[in-house]
């Protein structure tokens, strides 16, 4: 099977990679709107993309024509909150998705509690294992139209661990049991984990 790729619509490049590359981790990001508003959404096209500065970027569509929250929300206050939920928090993650207007917090919505962060003014989610504060570095913009997304760069300026999952100095795998996306709807957990060493 070959598939060329100008002869996909947008949703169907955006689902052929997803699933071709995975799973992908879901990330819940946390913002705060201009009204003061807390705003949470799951994103899977998260990822680390360098080390020293420590930064992280993510890929925001629309939603139909118009800017999702979490890009108007970051555009306005300058930061936002990288969320690693565990596999017993992943359906109040997903929830977060939902058509919900932008008067309404998620968080607060799907029963998930927003703490205040230390160094930016979106909150974090208090349930997460992990929780990065970051800070807006850079927006990228790619495609045109219903296909625009915004590439999101932040500076990680600090990171909150759940003691349990913070084991010898460094996040157990094991017990941060993370959730990634394998397709449309489809998630898989990090439960069956396995070493592999380099002779």
């Avoid at 071709?20 to 990001?29: D, G, H, R, T």
């Avoid at 974090?124 to 990065?132: D, F, T």
């Avoid at 850079?138 to 932040?154: A, H, M, P, Y």
């Amino acid at each position: 099977m070959k598939i060329e790729m100008k002869d996909l619509r947008g949703p169907q490049i955006h689902e052929l990679l997803t699933s071709a590359i995975s799973p992908l981790p879901i990330a819940l990001i946390s913002t705060v709107g201009e009204d003061g508003i807390y705003n949470a959404a799951p994103y899977s096209l998260t990822i680390p993309v360098s080390w020293k500065p420590p930064i992280i970027c993510v890929s925001i569509g629309l939603r139909g024509k118009e800017k999702k929250d979490t890009l108007r929300n970051i555009e306005f206050s300058r930061d936002f909150v990288i969320n690693t939920m565990d596999e017993g928090q992943i359906k109040p993650t997903v929830q977060t998705s939902a058509g919900y207007p932008s008067n309404v917090d998620e968080m607060k919505e799907v029963g998930l509690t927003a703490v205040a962060s230390e160094r930016v003014k979106a909150p974090r989610v208090g349930e997460a294992q992990v929780s990065l504060e970051c800070r807006f570095v850079q927006k990228v913009e790619f495609g045109e139209g219903e296909d625009l997304r915004s590439v999101i760069f932040g500076e990680v300026l600090l990171v909150h661990v759940k003691d349990d999952v913070w084991v010898s100095e460094r996040i157990e795998p094991s017990q941060l049991k993370a959730v990634g996306r394998v397709g449309n709807g489809i998630y898989c957990s990090t439960r069956d984990i396995f070493k592999v060493t380099i002779s």
